[in-house]
């Protein structure tokens, strides 16, 4: 069966965080169903169990948020959409590396519908263009069920970027504004859930 889609518009971070985790402990326990969440969050940066060098830096413009996911420190805020699958790979019978590569996948697919070339580089997360860092991914798995996911940034103001390494990388930042005029970001979000779908379908088969 296929994960529900859900919209959630404009979600505050700490309280979505913790929303995640009580739905990933009841996907675990089977009394709930897999969902991936798409949502915007208020200005925010966060960091994952790497992000020390970032976690001292002071004067930030936002809160800063310590996080249990993967990955190092980023910002999430206007014009950039979240993508939170809640999954159960043991399940499904996904290694998390190649979870990681088909929400990489995905994200490139959505990419390429907004006439975007976008792939992966070797031995970095998330998904690059030509000009930077285009969408930052960052997880956490806990009994084989999945947590937090990707943000990719579609009118994002880089400016935000500037007092961090974003994931602990001297890179620049990309978005799709600066490629084309972007649709709104919850019918970015369907576009992207039914990519995610579609591969997702395909894995696990005759393992």
Same mark, same amino acid.
């Given at each position: ?13 700490? $309280? ?19 969902? &991936? ?15 020390? #060098? ?11 948020? &310590? ?20 999954? #159960?790979?043991? $399940? ?5 590396? $190649? ?14 519908? *907004? ?11 998330? &998904? ?14 806990? #009994? ?22 974003? *994931? ?9 504004? #600066? ?29």
């Amino acid at each position: 069966m296929p994960p529900h889609f859900r919209w959630l518009g404009e979600a505050d971070c700490p $309280r979505l965080l913790r929303r995640m985790q009580q739905h990933a402990r009841a996907v675990r326990h089977d009394t709930a169903s897999e969902e &991936v969440w798409f949502c915007h969050h208020p200005p925010i940066y966060t960091t994952g169990r790497r992000g020390v #060098d970032n976690r001292t830096r002071p004067e930030l413009p936002a809160p800063l948020l &310590v996080t249990d996911r993967g990955g190092e420190t980023t910002f999430h805020g206007p014009g950039q959409l979240l993508c939170y699958p809640i999954i #159960d790979l043991k $399940r499904r019978r996904i290694a998390v590396r $190649r979870f990681v590569a088909l929400l990489e996948e995905s994200c490139i697919g959505l990419l390429a519908g *907004c006439r975007i070339a976008a792939g992966r580089r070797a031995g970095l997360p998330g &998904v690059w263009s030509a000009r930077g860092k285009i969408a930052a991914i960052g997880l956490r798995i806990d #009994d084989g069920v999945s947590r937090h996911g990707m943000a990719l940034n579609v009118t994002t103001d880089p400016a935000w970027f500037a007092p961090i390494r974003p *994931c602990g990388l001297e890179a620049g930042i990309d978005r799709i504004a #600066d490629h084309t005029s972007p649709p709104p970001l919850e019918t970015l979000a369907g576009s992207w859930f039914r990519l995610l779908v579609a591969l997702l379908s395909g894995e696990g088969r005759g393992q």
